[in-house]
């Protein structure tokens, strides 16, 4: 069993910046592709980031430029720093992981097994 633990999300003026971390423990994580979702209220989730183990990144079209994602294998961390946030970046902010065969899947939430309970980012205008 994997546990998937966020944090770092706040409150952030338009133009601001974050860190998200998350910590994953219970079982080891080689091979797993792990990634951040976001999801506003009243609309779906939606893919945010991924990284492969080997450090190959993958970034959605509306965050290319003013996020970067990162892992640290031996300490099973992941890191999501975001730049330029907009209010349009408001969003609970998942955690995700998972063995991602195809990386034609990264994108799409169904291909993750292993979430976390989500950290709160809130972009002011």
């Known amino acids: 069993q994997v546990q998937l633990v966020e944090s770092g999300g706040g409150l952030v003026q338009a133009g601001g910046s974050l860190t998200l971390s998350c910590a994953a423990s219970?079982?080891?994580?080689?091979?797993?592709?792990m990634g951040w979702f976001r999801q506003a209220p009243g609309k779906e989730r939606e893919f945010v980031a991924a990284i492969s183990r080997g450090g190959t990144t993958y970034y959605a079209d509306s965050v290319k430029g003013r996020f970067t994602i990162s892992r640290d294998n031996a300490k099973i961390t992941l890191v999501l720093q975001m730049n330029s946030l907009k209010p349009e970046d408001t969003a609970v902010y998942y955690c995700?992981?998972?063995?991602?065969?195809?990386?034609?899947?990264?994108?799409?939430?169904?291909?993750?097994?292993?979430w976390g309970q989500g950290t709160q980012v809130t972009v002011s205008s």
């Open positions: 219970g079982r080891t994580l080689v091979g797993y592709f």
């Open positions: 995700a992981a998972n063995m991602i065969p195809r990386t034609d899947y990264v994108a799409n939430s169904r291909n993750y097994g292993y």
